[in-house]
């Protein structure tokens, strides 16, 4: 089990630009979340799907933010345009179904925008 | 508004010595509690679990407590290595809710000197 599985780790990119995060869940889990994570909110949840449907997204915190998941194996986490405040640490997890709460976690993306 | 909260924020402590983390939460009805570790630059794991009727669980060096009456929760780590430099954070979920329903503390910054 190659756990979930996230790119890239790094990223930093110029205000305005797109950025596009990507994750792997983990095989056979059903439910993915995306969060966010910085010093002074912690882990925010930012929106999760369960089977590949978009579930919850009031943690989107704007509409620059946008998710997709168009497989079982593939999601993504856009942000257009990117602004300095969207710095942080993004992770995506999964778990096996809804009501299993233990989330597996990637290694995160670390995003800076200058 | 459901919440938890971690004490202390960063807690330093020599190699071999022992530690006690705190948690309290307000979230109500409650499921359940469960602990990550994170290490630096990678996402959080679990540690342990915490459901209503337990009051306390070991695993190896680290033993959970849970008080549901006063809604507190304890992580010690007995005889502290290197290896248990991490962030530990708390995480609560609420009774009826799924892996959405949960209620993340900000975390317990552990550094283990030599």
């Known amino acids: 089990d190659a756990g979930v599985i996230q790119s890239p780790r790094h990223e930093v990119t110029e205000m305005g630009q797109e950025v596009t995060l990507r994750c792997k869940p983990i095989s056979g889990h059903n439910s993915l979340f995306w969060y966010r994570q910085t010093m002074m909110r912690g882990l925010e949840l930012l929106i999760y799907f369960n089977n590949n449907v978009p579930i919850d997204d009031s943690g989107m915190p704007e509409d620059r933010f946008s998710a997709k998941m168009p497989n079982a194996s593939f999601s993504t986490l856009k942000i257009q345009p990117s602004e300095p405040r969207d710095s942080a640490v993004y992770f995506c997890?999964?778990?096996?179904?809804?009501?299993?709460?233990?989330?597996?976690f990637g290694s995160g993306t670390q995003l800076s925008v200058l | 508004k459901n919440q938890v909260e971690q004490s202390p924020q960063s807690l330093i402590i020599l190699e071999g010595k022992n530690c006690t983390l705190q948690c309290n939460y307000t979230v109500s009805p409650f499921s359940n509690l469960r602990w990550y570790k994170q290490d630096t630059g990678r996402g959080p794991v679990s540690l342990t679990i915490?459901?209503?009727?337990?009051n306390t669980k070991s695993n190896g060096r680290y033993t959970a407590t849970l008080d549901a009456d006063t809604k507190q929760s304890s992580l010690h780590i007995t005889a502290s290595q290197l290896s248990d430099s991490a962030s530990y954070i708390c995480?609560?979920?609420?009774?009826?809710?799924?892996?959405?329903?949960?209620?993340f503390g900000k975390g317990t910054h552990l550094i283990i000197q030599p």
């Open positions: 995480v609560v979920r609420v009774s009826g809710g799924g892996a959405d329903g949960l209620t």
């Open positions: 997890a999964s778990s096996r179904d809804y009501w299993n709460e233990k989330l597996f």
């Open positions: 915490m459901t209503f009727s337990e």
